[in-house]
């Protein structure tokens, strides 16, 4: 907990901060951004929100989800940065940018295994069920009331990211997070309404073929589907309409490794990678250089959809062979 | 609480007693009849465990879900009957049975706005999100000891009765009590592995069907699906296959009203019904003489398939136009 304490130390001494999240942002990431951005303006510390793509319409629900924006050329970046569930600063989406730090403080505050602690301060809790858990912690730390809004960001990131509650990362402490945050006014309805019972026309449409062409290999224990990048915007589903297509490989009874492979862009191929109990999905994203956690990854690789299909299955096979760990 | 003191000094007081739940019974009724038979043999109370139905196999991993037993016509009744998660005496499915007591006493612990308050005792909690938090509740007062099998148990009608926390009847104490049960070695992994994500392929196959079927009125803001008697026996989906299916209804942005029909007889079928905000769908079950919660209820109703559909919807049709509400 000394880089916790460390971090308290360095933000009450700023008057300005940029808070960003990883690109393609999820509901951990924009909830821990606004959350922590709410508490520390209540201490008089101006908060600049950056992510390199827009908050999905299923997160405009979030209190000021509309004020998070894109790194303009022209804007100066304060002294300090900290960079929320980006396992590397390449999540960003701003590597280049961020390379040049210019005496800039970074703080990195994460919950991925897959952290490669590339900040000045690195607080990475592989433990914590999301990063809006370890910013429950930070807010608590830094004495700051949690009101309704930062309530509903905070309990938006920790429900989204556990599945609600249901993936092998949730724990006691989860629960009793979640009921505190309760307590003190998150608007879980709104969460629900949005985010979970949310599902678009051009989802349905995506699900639908995505059930009619499932693949499955080793006697079914490992299953997925695959979108061409004509299918996804035939389907009229926008990129997030595609995030939590995974389960439906993943609920099937066989199914021990789920993978779900989008053509996001021509010749581009965004692969999510998700396990049941035992098999190591973060090693099998890192083989292509991606990464995660044991039963949740992703990994981005550029060529022809069919030979990146074919050449994952392939390590998967190999891997679940050797017992779910790549040697 | 009058009524649950009064049911924690009959109890104590006796050497068996049996409990009774719901005919198709789901997680919150094996849970919480588990669970509280677990909590009465550790002070010395012979339990016996009646359901009219089988356990469904996503159970199975349930402590003890093998002795529970369909009511034997040899077997002598205990002096105490107590039915759980059962909003009227023909839930269980054996009225008749019940109807001549013979001096029995009956205890009737739910959670349903529509209990009929059948019993001697009736101890309904509308406000508890499932019937496995006042078993809790109870436990904690007979000073049971919460081990390791008790604590799935009610973990498992906690979390199926809400969605897994998702659901508008999940509160903080929800949470809170969640958290101490993950503390007490509630398995949530056998829970996430045996029941949400073991899915058969006969029900892949059913919302494989319901998807291309769907139907919807009132711009979409009510949807549904039907299966017939000989889709459901194809497809070779056993009853409670269906059950989650209506979650898929529910989930598309614009339905307000879900409704799955399934004929699980031939000229006898199941409607299940869930709203997402507004619409108070027990009174439209009620029209059918059905019940539940506002936003999940239930019916069966006799005839012709096509013709329940029309009968039902144009009800529903009717009641939206009238706010959610039937006079």
Redesign the interface.
Known sequence: MEELLKIRNLLITNKEVAIISHSNPDGDALGSQIALSLALEKLGIQTLLINKDPVPPSYHFLPNSEIIMPLSKKAQLPGVLIFLDCATLDRTGYETEFLNKQGRIFINIDHHISNDKYADINWVEEKAAATAEMIYDLISLLQVKIDKDIATALYTGI?TDT??????N???????I???L??KGAN??EL??NF??????GR?NL??KG??NLSFAQNDKIGWMAFTYSELTNSDAVDSDGDGLINYV????E?EVALVFREIEPGKTKVSLRS??WFDVNQLAAVFQGGGHARAAGCVIEGDQQEIVKKVISKAQESFLQGGHIR
């Open positions: 429900s599945g609600s509650f249901l993936y092998e949730t724990t006691s402490t989860t629960h009793q979640a009921s505190d309760i307590n879980i309805s629900r309404i979970y019972e949310n599902m678009s026309k349905l699900l639908k059930l009619n993943k609920n099937i009874s199914v049941k109990s």
